[in-house]
T-cell receptor, first 115, second 109 residues
Framework: DTTVKQNPRYKLARVGKPVNLICSQTMNHDTMYWYQKKPNQAPKLLLF???????READTFEKFQSSRPNNSFCSLYIGSAGLEYSAMYLC??????????????FGKGTRLTVV | GEQVEQLPSILRVQEGSSASINCTYE??????FPWYKQEPGENPKLIID?????ERKQTQGLIVLLDKKAKRFSLHITDTQPGDSAMYFCAASEGRIFFGDGTQLVVKP
């Protein structure tokens, strides 16, 4: 099974409320990523877990949290949603090679709408 | 992070002709360059990739070229078909994968 599963597919949230998005994979990949994608823009890397180590991008450091309770699951948490968080959130996973990266598998995404 | 520039943003071609998408990157440490195709309602899917120890790779009507000196790589689709119509993303990885803004390819019958 080479699928990355994301739940839910669609999420409606109120401004100021928390949002938690879930991702899972059963490929035993050591690395899991979260990307934010807005229309007509490239997927933007928010953060990634390499094994148990969380790496957050500098410009999104304070806006997003994540947890990875085990190898298969990874969540993306927004403490207080703002209108600007409305986007598609893509989870992805890969197995890191030595020196060079390997194929990244993407989930179908969760479309978050903040109102 | 890495900056990946992708052009054109929209590409319209006639069925049977070829299509080319060009990308540039900044970080000389980038060593892996995948290309993804995304169809409406679907997740991005890897269609071809190239590593920094190669200059050219070809598979099933797709050709990727990599010029490390110029920090430039490109995707060429030969004999385009309507089914090739989709959004295409290039990406560069130095441990984290960064994407270009995407190219909307429209193949006209």
């Amino acid at each position: 099974d080479t699928t990355v599963k994301q739940n839910p597919r669609y999420k409606l949230a109120r401004v100021g409320k928390p949002v938690n998005l879930i991702c899972s994979q059963t490929m035993n990949h050591d690395t899991m990523y979260w990307y934010q994608k807005k229309p007509n823009q490239a997927p933007k890397l928010l953060l990634f877990y390499y094994d148990k180590i969380l790496n957050r991008e500098a410009d999104t450091f304070e806006k997003f949290q994540s947890s990875r309770p085990n190898n298969s699951f990874c969540s993306l948490y927004i403490g207080s949603a703002g209108l600007e968080y409305s986007a598609m959130y893509l989870c992805a996973s890969s197995r890191s090679g030595t020196g060079a990266f390997t194929e990244v598998f993407f989930g179908k995404g969760t479309r978050l709408t903040v109102v | 992070g890495e900056q990946v520039e992708q052009l054109p943003s929209i590409l319209r071609v006639q069925e049977g002709s070829s299509a080319s998408i060009n990308c540039t990157y900044e970080n000389s440490a980038s060593n892996y360059f995948p290309w993804y195709k995304q169809e409406p309602g679907e997740n991005p899917k890897l269609i071809i990739d190239i590593r920094s120890n190669m200059e050219r790779k070809q598979t099933q009507g797709l050709i990727v070229l990599l010029d490390k000196k110029a920090k430039r790589f490109s995707l060429h689709i030969t004999d385009t078909q309507p089914g090739d119509s989709a959004m295409y993303f290039c990406a560069a990885s130095e441990g984290r994968i960064f994407f270009g803004d995407g190219t909307q390819l429209v193949v006209k019958p």
